[in-house]
């Protein structure tokens, strides 16, 4: 499986971003797609999943309410809308899938991740 993330770039404090992740590679139907970000100095952070083939989601409580998981149809795609960025959401934002059948989706840790997506800079100013 390949993933490609994209979508990342400068905004301003309150502005929206919509990162994607564009899928590809063998049968993922059963994977649970996540989005994490790392900041400069920090720990990959966790921040949503969302199950490829029912679209069931799960977000963090930091995020919750501000970023939005979904998936595109018809293409292969998963989407992290983000709106009312803060200048602490500024960090590298990776797409990562894992592998093990789940029935619903959940919160990922990073040795969970079977693949991971090259990563984009979100940069938020103040």
């Known amino acids: 499986v390949q993933l490609q993330a994209s979508g990342g770039g400068l905004v301003q404090a309150g502005g929206s971003l919509r990162l994607s992740c564009a899928v590809s590679?063998?049968?993922?139907?059963?994977?649970?797609m996540g989005w994490f970000r790392q900041a400069p100095g920090k720990e990959r952070e966790f921040l949503a999943s969302?199950?490829?083939?029912?679209?069931?989601?799960y977000h963090v409580d930091s995020v919750k309410g501000r970023f939005t998981i979904s998936r595109g149809y018809g293409v292969n795609t998963v989407y992290l809308r983000m709106n009312g960025l803060k200048p602490e959401d500024t960090a590298v934002y990776y797409c990562?899938?894992?592998?093990?059948?789940?029935?619903?989706?959940?919160?990922?840790?990073?040795?969970?991740?079977?693949?991971w997506g090259t990563g984009t800079q979100v940069t938020v100013s103040s």
């Open positions: 969302i199950l490829w083939n029912s679209a069931i989601t």
């Open positions: 990562a899938a894992d592998s093990t059948r789940s029935a619903y989706a959940r919160a990922l840790a990073v040795t969970d991740v079977d693949y």
């Open positions: 590679g063998r049968a993922f139907g059963s994977y649970v």
